[in-house]
Protein backbone atom coordinates (compact mmCIF):
# COMPACT_ATOMS: atom_id res chain seq x y z
CA UNK A 1 0.00 0.00 0.00
CA UNK A 2 1.30 3.53 -0.93
CA UNK A 3 1.41 5.89 0.81
CA UNK A 4 2.63 9.68 1.51
CA UNK A 5 2.42 11.15 4.89
CA UNK A 6 2.96 14.99 5.66
CA UNK A 7 3.75 16.23 9.13
CA UNK A 8 5.54 19.69 10.23
CA UNK A 9 2.92 21.52 10.34
CA UNK A 10 1.05 23.90 12.82
CA UNK A 11 0.73 27.39 13.98
CA UNK A 12 3.54 29.67 13.45
CA UNK A 13 3.84 33.68 14.01
CA UNK A 14 4.19 36.07 11.13
CA UNK A 15 8.36 36.20 9.97
CA UNK A 16 8.22 32.57 11.73
CA UNK A 17 9.14 29.10 9.98
CA UNK A 18 8.50 25.51 9.59
CA UNK A 19 9.73 22.41 7.97
CA UNK A 20 7.25 20.31 6.12
CA UNK A 21 8.16 16.73 5.77
CA UNK A 22 6.73 13.72 3.25
CA UNK A 23 7.73 10.67 3.74
CA UNK A 24 6.59 7.88 0.77
CA UNK A 25 6.25 4.34 2.19
CA UNK A 26 5.41 1.19 -0.69
CA UNK A 27 7.38 3.21 -3.74
CA UNK A 28 11.12 4.29 -4.29
CA UNK A 29 10.33 8.09 -3.67
CA UNK A 30 13.05 9.27 -5.69
CA UNK A 31 11.88 8.08 -9.11
CA UNK A 32 9.16 10.15 -8.70
CA UNK A 33 8.76 13.81 -9.31
CA UNK A 34 7.51 15.45 -5.94
CA UNK A 35 5.24 18.61 -5.88
CA UNK A 36 4.47 20.40 -2.40
CA UNK A 37 1.20 21.84 -3.34
CA UNK A 38 -1.26 24.23 -0.96
CA UNK A 39 -4.99 25.20 -1.03
CA UNK A 40 -6.55 27.98 1.19
CA UNK A 41 -10.15 28.19 2.38
CA UNK A 42 -12.09 29.37 -0.58
CA UNK A 43 -8.85 29.19 -2.74
CA UNK A 44 -7.97 26.67 -5.74
CA UNK A 45 -5.26 24.53 -4.65
CA UNK A 46 -2.19 25.70 -5.94
CA UNK A 47 1.36 24.22 -6.51
CA UNK A 48 3.99 25.34 -4.43
CA UNK A 49 7.28 24.29 -4.83
CA UNK A 50 8.38 20.89 -6.86
CA UNK A 51 11.32 18.60 -7.14
CA UNK A 52 11.97 16.47 -9.94
CA UNK A 53 13.83 12.91 -9.40
CA UNK A 54 16.71 14.28 -10.73
CA UNK A 55 17.02 17.53 -7.90
CA UNK A 56 15.82 20.32 -10.44
CA UNK A 57 13.25 22.41 -8.37
CA UNK A 58 10.69 25.03 -9.78
CA UNK A 59 8.88 27.75 -7.07
CA UNK A 60 5.40 29.81 -7.70
CA UNK A 61 6.59 33.30 -7.94
CA UNK A 62 4.71 33.93 -4.63
CA UNK A 63 7.04 31.52 -2.00
CA UNK A 64 10.76 32.38 -4.51
CA UNK A 65 13.73 32.82 -1.73
CA UNK A 66 11.10 32.20 0.80
CA UNK A 67 10.38 28.57 0.63
CA UNK A 68 13.30 25.57 -0.36
CA UNK A 69 11.96 22.03 -1.41
CA UNK A 70 14.62 19.25 -1.16
CA UNK A 71 14.33 15.80 -0.83
CA UNK A 72 16.47 12.73 1.34
CA UNK A 73 16.74 9.58 -0.81
CA UNK A 74 17.58 7.58 2.04
CA UNK A 75 14.85 8.70 4.26
CA UNK A 76 12.29 8.63 1.20
CA UNK A 77 11.64 11.67 2.17
CA UNK A 78 10.58 15.26 0.66
CA UNK A 79 10.86 18.38 2.64
CA UNK A 80 9.50 21.90 2.38
CA UNK A 81 11.46 24.39 4.43
CA UNK A 82 9.08 27.41 4.90
CA UNK A 83 10.93 30.61 6.14
CA UNK A 84 9.63 34.36 6.58
CA UNK A 85 6.27 33.33 6.50
CA UNK A 86 3.06 35.34 6.12
CA UNK A 87 -0.65 35.04 6.83
CA UNK A 88 -0.99 34.86 3.20
CA UNK A 89 0.77 30.90 3.47
CA UNK A 90 -1.82 29.94 5.73
CA UNK A 91 -2.95 27.07 4.08
CA UNK A 92 -3.38 23.23 3.87
CA UNK A 93 -0.15 22.12 2.25
CA UNK A 94 -0.58 18.57 0.39
CA UNK A 95 2.20 16.47 -0.73
CA UNK A 96 2.45 14.83 -4.13
CA UNK A 97 4.28 12.03 -6.00
CA UNK A 98 3.98 11.91 -9.79
CA UNK A 99 5.67 9.25 -11.64
CA UNK A 100 4.92 8.60 -15.64
CA UNK A 101 2.69 5.48 -14.36
CA UNK A 102 1.39 6.33 -11.02
CA UNK A 103 -0.16 9.63 -9.07
CA UNK A 104 -0.39 9.55 -5.14
CA UNK A 105 -1.32 12.49 -2.48
CA UNK A 106 -0.90 12.88 1.21
CA UNK A 107 -3.50 13.85 3.50
CA UNK A 108 -2.71 17.43 3.77
CA UNK A 109 -0.99 19.56 6.88
CA UNK A 110 -2.52 22.94 8.06
CA UNK A 111 -0.08 26.03 7.89
CA UNK A 112 -1.66 28.71 10.24
CA UNK A 113 0.48 31.77 10.05
CA UNK A 114 -1.08 34.42 12.59
CA UNK A 115 -0.03 36.40 15.52
Known amino acids: QVQLVESGGGLVQPGGSLRLSCEAS????????ATWYRQAPGKQRELVAA???????NYADSVKGRFTISRDNNKNTVYLQMNSLNPEDTAVYYC?????????WGQGTQVTVSS
Open 96 to 104: NGKSAWNEY
Open 26 to 33: GIIFLLYN
Open 51 to 57: ITSGGST
